[in-house]
């Protein structure tokens, strides 16, 4: 997978959600290899669960930031947020299947689950971390070199 060009496709798609939302979307890509060795079609799910999120979460005028980068042999993915915060007591859950702070018939609860389950599977790590009132910091890393499981046909 081109990592670099996987990020920019995934944004356009993702780019009209932030307008409409009037949010403002940025991106600081930096030096990444330029390829993974991953399924391409999941990752693009995890910038879009992850990412999809961050827009729900974030008031109107605020804004949603993706960097990337690399370290040794891993890249790393952050989706930060200018939202309310995850209080310490959902954060503990919030990878859990079904777990939503939604009310009922809003969600499923299997955007995070499921994007953790996919960064798993990559042999990838998935950290949270939030300050109530000023936002929520997704990072998603990646090993380079290492890949995941062929993609189902």
């Known amino acids: 997978v081109n990592l670099k060009r996987l990020l ?11 307008l409409k939302h009037r949010i403002a979307l940025r991106t600081d890509i930096g030096e990444i290899p330029e390829t993974l060795i ?22 109107r005028c605020g ?12 890249i790393w993915i952050h989706v930060c ?4 915060g995850i209080p310490p007591e959902q954060r503990k859950q919030i990878f859990e299947p ?3 702070t939604k009310p009922a018939g809003k969600g499923t609860g299997l955007g995070l689950s499921v994007t953790y389950g996919i960064v798993k599977m990559h042999s990838g790590d998935i950290q949270v971390s939030s300050d109530l009132g000023k936002g929520t910091v997704f990072t998603v890393s990646l090993p380079v070199g290492r890949g995941a499981p062929a993609p189902a046909r």
Do not use: C, W
Not at 8 to 18: D, G, N, T
Not at 38 to 59: C, G, H, M, W
Not at 63 to 74: F, K, P, Q, Y
């Open 98 to 100: 079904f777990f939503t």
């Open 38 to 59: 991953a399924d391409e079609r999941k990752l693009k799910q995890i910038l879009y669960n992850l990412v999809s999120n961050a827009i729900k979460f974030t008031p």
């Open 8 to 18: 920019e496709q995934s944004l356009i798609m993702i780019k009209e959600k932030a």
């Open 81 to 84: 947020d200018s939202g309310p």
């Open 63 to 74: 804004s949603v930031e993706i960097h990337a980068g690399a370290e040794e042999d891993s």
